[in-house]
Every structure is written in structure tokens, then in C-alpha cells.
């Protein structure tokens, strides 16, 4: 173990470089790159950097093992690849160069992958027993078509904003409508969905989540060692629909397609069925999996503030904070830590970036007016609230009730929580454990909407 108790990963390290290319060629590099990361953690027994962490390698603050890289140009009517394979211990470089037609990207797919793996193979890197490497060669989808709408649609899916999120699940319904058998496609339209009807979404719950379900069901069936997609639905069914049986099946059958899988839901999952240890443990395996990613210890962050344990979750904040001074979810935690740590002044000074014009959103407003209330600035606070729900974009039942408890108006702050349930908000399967509500603790009407959505569960007071 290291000095912090986490066991050391003595794995071969691998980063995959970002693929470059122009524009127009920007999604399809996108999708080899997301191909070559499926391919090499399904093949080989290595520690694969993630995207924070192959940031650092580019900028030589980090050294791994190896390097994979590839440039994509059009040539003469053709996409050109050029792939550089380089082992960083012995300064060896693989170079290939692969072309196909300009609208075959399936078979410039086969082709790039292929290299690749010829390149690690002959005993370059330990091997993982994987029947996933099969799985990750076939070609997703016979359609071409299909699989160049999906390309596209992951290139704006992970942008991570409202319009992205819009534009990425019009490509992934037009990729599912022209190939219905493409389960890659319906699993990332699922979570599209989920992300579209989140606390930070554009959509409304009752519109969102349905859709999700559907694909999600759909890409589960369709790709049954999906792993991914079988805890995304598992996701749904323990924080939505709270049936954790259900959860538990689905989370399961992804443990056991995929042992070393990580995923915020099966941390949820834990928690809320009383197995606090091993929620934990596996957000402490994401941080030592990823150990130099600034966005997994934000999202340790968020993970531990939600579960009560506000010390380790603004030690997380501050060395993401130390890293990007800029990160907004970053700034978020470590304030809300600050408070429930007894530090409301310092929560509200360190909060105040969040509330520029620039920056601010409904879910900030609201925050700050929570953090405002703790402080007994009930005028401002009500102003907060006010700006939150004038000001554009969408505004959650859950950071209302939210706000609402903290300036101890319990009333209005259960009419909205009621609200919440009604309309299955994601946020509701922290309300167990997140100190966010303790102002509505001690109420009869608290425990009463808990045991509806969990009623196997004891809500915790202690935290």
C-alpha cells in the first residue's frame, strides 16, 4: 500500500493519445479512440490511463508504459490513419498506416483495431482472459450509416451541456432507427436520456426517464455482456423506480460480465442496500484506478458528501481544487463540506465564484441560497431563491425543498420534496444519507416519503 493505504497498481500503464483530425473527420477519430480503449481494457491485463491522466502524459507531467496514437487525414477520396504504437521503456515505435473508403468507417474500425492489436500482441503485454476481446473486434453494427450517426453522437454527447446532450440523442435515434438490432447505439441513447432528465438536465423527469428505460431494456437485450449498459439500467431502477431488487440483478450481471467494472451506480447501489463498507471501497478503488484524474476525485467528492462523510469529501475537493482551480463541481463540494463541517462564512466566500453570471445555473442559486439560509441571511436567501426560479433553465423540486429546509420552512420545503416524488427526481436516492437534508430530519413527513421509496432501509440520523 502507498502512503494514503491505497494498494499500489504495479500494472503496465497504457495511454491511449487523443486521435487527431480535422473537423469533419473529428467524430469518427472519436469513435476509433473510444474503440481502442474498449479494445485494450478488454485484452489486456494493464492499468489503462484514463482521459485527466493521458492529459498529463501529453503535456509530459506523466510517464507511462506505453503510447498509442493515430492521425486521420483524407487522402485521395480515402481516411487515412496513421498509427504509432510506442513503448515508452525501450523507446520502440510500431507505425502502420491503414486506409479505407471516406464513407466506410466500419471497416477503417476493423482495420485500425487490427493494428493495434498486432502491434501489443506477440507477448508485448500480459493478456487478460477476456471474452470481451471478441466481442470488442465485431463490428457493433452492419450499417454504415448507423454506425457514422453514432460516431457523431458520441462526439456531442461528451461535450456534457444541454445542447450536446440534444444534438447526441437525435444522432443516436437516427443510428437505432437505421440499424434496431445496434445495442451500442440504445445503450448510450439510455444514458443520454438519464443525463437529460438529471438535476443538470434540459429535460423533465416524466418525459426523460421513460425513454431511458426503454433503451436501456433494448440494448440489454440486444448486447447481453454490455456491462455498461446493464449498470446504467441498474442505476435506474435503485435511484428511479427504487426497486433494488431489480437494481441488484442488473448490477450482478455487470460484476460478473465485468469484475473490475467501476461505476458511481453500484456505489449507490451499496449504500442504499445497507452495504456502507463496500460503497466506499468502491470509490476508493475509482481513485486508485485513476489516481492523477482531477474529474474522479471530484467525483469521489460529490460520492462521499452525499454518504456523510464531508472531511474525506473536502480533502477530495481541494486536491481537485489544486490541480483546476477552475473546476466548478470542485468549488461546489468543497464549499458544501465547509458547512457541514461548521464553516458556513468560509462555504459562502469559497461558493461566490459559482454565482457570475458566466458560471451560475439554478442548481448554484439554489445552493447558495441553502448556504445563505445556514448563515441566518434569510433575505438573501429568499432573493437566491427568487433569481433561481426567474432566471432560466431548468429548476429541481429537490434543491428547492432543499433551500426551502434550510430556511426552516417546512411547509413549503415538503410541498416541493412531495413534488419531487411524484416526478421520480434522481436526486431522491441521496435522501437517506445526505446531510443536505437535515433540516427535514425530524419530521414525520421525512420518514414517511422515505419508507415510500425505500422501505427496507432505516434512514440515518447520525449524519
Given at each position: 500500500p502507498d502512503a494514503g493505504g491505497q494498494a499500489s497498481d504495479s500494472r503496465v500503464t497504457v495511454?491511449?493519445?487523443?486521435?487527431?483530425?480535422?473537423?469533419?473527420?473529428?467524430?469518427?477519430?472519436?469513435?476509433?479512440?473510444?474503440?481502442?480503449?474498449?479494445?485494450?481494457?478488454?485484452?489486456?491485463?494493464?492499468?489503462?490511463?484514463d482521459y485527466a491522466e493521458t492529459?498529463?502524459?501529453?503535456?509530459?507531467?506523466?510517464?507511462?508504459?506505453?503510447?498509442?496514437?493515430?492521425?486521420?487525414?483524407?487522402?485521395?477520396?480515402?481516411?487515412?490513419?496513421?498509427?504509432?504504437?510506442?513503448?515508452?521503456?525501450?523507446?520502440?515505435?510500431?507505425?502502420?498506416?491503414?486506409?479505407?473508403?471516406?464513407?466506410?468507417?466500419?471497416?477503417?474500425?476493423?482495420?485500425?483495431?487490427a493494428s493495434i492489436s498486432e502491434s501489443l500482441n506477440a507477448d508485448r503485454l500480459p493478456k487478460r482472459n477476456s471474452g470481451l476481446t471478441g466481442i470488442v473486434l465485431a463490428a457493433p453494427t452492419n450499417s454504415l450509416e448507423a454506425y457514422d450517426q453514432f460516431a457523431i453522437g458520441r462526439y456531442h454527447y461528451?461535450?456534457?451541456?444541454?445542447?450536446?446532450?440534444a444534438t447526441a440523442i437525435e444522432y443516436f435515434t437516427r443510428a437505432t432507427e437505421l440499424d434496431p438490432q445496434f445495442g451500442g447505439a440504445f445503450s448510450k441513447l439510455g444514458d443520454a436520456y438519464l443525463l437529460a432528465g438529471s438535476h443538470q438536465g434540459f429535460m423533465e423527469p416524466a418525459e426523460a426517464y421513460p425513454k431511458?428505460?426503454?433503451?436501456?431494456?433494448?440494448?440489454?437485450?440486444?448486447?447481453?455482456?454490455?456491462?455498461?449498459?446493464?449498470?446504467?439500467?441498474?442505476?435506474y431502477y435503485a435511484c428511479i423506480e427504487s426497486d433494488l431488487e431489480l437494481a441488484g440483478r442488473a448490477f450482478d450481471r455487470a460484476l460478473k460480465t465485468q469484475p473490475d467494472l467501476l461505476h458511481t451506480g453500484i456505489t449507490r447501489y451499496y449504500m442504499l442496500t445497507g452495504?456502507?463498507?463496500?460503497?466506499?471501497?468502491?470509490?476508493?478503488?475509482?481513485?486508485?484506478?485513476?489516481?492523477?484524474?482531477?474529474?474522479?476525485?471530484?467525483?469521489?467528492?460529490?460520492?462521499?458528501?452525499a454518504f456523510g462523510d464531508s472531511k474525506r469529501a473536502l480533502e477530495l475537493a481541494q486536491a481537485a481544487l489544486d490541480r483546476n482551480d477552475e473546476s466548478s463541481e470542485a468549488i461546489f463540494v468543497r464549499s458544501l463540506a465547509l458547512a457541514e463541517l461548521g464553516n458556513t462564512g468560509r462555504a459562502i466566500e469559497s461558493f461566490t465564484p459559482l454565482i457570475s453570471e458566466s458560471r451560475t445555473t439554478p442548481r448554484f442559486k439554489l445552493t447558495y441560497a441553502s448556504l445563505l439560509a445556514r448563515d441566518n441571511q434569510v433575505d438573501a436567501a429568499r432573493q437566491m431563491i427568487s433569481l433561481a426560479r426567474s432566471g432560466g433553465g431548468r429548476v429541481t423540486?429537490?434543491?428547492?425543498?432543499?433551500?426551502?429546509?434550510?430556511?426552516?420552512?417546512?411547509?413549503?420545503?415538503?410541498?416541493?420534496?412531495?413534488?419531487?416524488?411524484a416526478s421520480r427526481e434522481f436526486g431522491l436516492c441521496y435522501l437517506p444519507f445526505s446531510p443536505l437534508w437535515h433540516p427535514l430530519?425530524?419530521?414525520?413527513?421525512?420518514?414517511?416519503?422515505?419508507?415510500s421509496r425505500y422501505p427496507n432501509l432505516v434512514a440515518s440520523t447520525s449524519r
Open positions: 495511454a491511449i493519445l487523443p486521435f487527431s483530425a480535422n473537423e469533419a473527420l473529428l467524430p469518427k477519430a472519436m469513435a476509433m479512440h473510444d474503440a481502442t480503449r474498449q479494445l485494450v481494457d478488454a485484452a489486456y491485463d494493464v492499468r489503462l490511463l492529459m498529463l502524459v501529453s503535456s509530459g507531467d506523466l510517464r507511462p508504459d506505453w503510447t498509442i496514437e493515430s492521425t486521420f487525414e483524407q487522402v485521395d477520396g480515402q481516411i487515412e490513419a496513421q498509427i504509432t504504437v510506442v513503448d515508452i521503456r525501450s523507446s520502440d515505435r510500431i507505425r502502420d498506416t491503414v486506409r479505407a473508403s471516406m464513407g466506410d468507417t466500419l471497416t477503417m474500425r476493423a482495420l485500425v483495431l461528451l461535450k456534457y451541456t444541454d445542447e450536446g446532450l431511458a428505460r426503454d433503451a436501456l431494456l433494448r440494448a440489454v437485450t440486444l448486447s447481453p455482456d454490455n456491462a455498461l449498459a446493464l449498470a446504467s439500467i441498474g442505476d452495504r456502507e463498507a463496500e460503497g466506499f471501497a468502491s470509490v476508493e478503488r475509482s481513485l486508485a484506478a485513476f489516481p492523477d484524474s482531477n474529474w474522479e476525485q471530484v467525483i469521489a467528492a460529490h460520492q462521499y458528501l423540486e429537490t434543491h428547492l425543498a432543499m433551500a426551502y429546509g434550510w430556511l426552516k420552512e417546512a411547509d413549503t420545503a415538503f410541498k416541493w420534496l412531495d413534488k419531487a416524488v430530519r425530524d419530521d414525520p413527513r421525512f420518514d414517511r416519503i422515505l419508507a
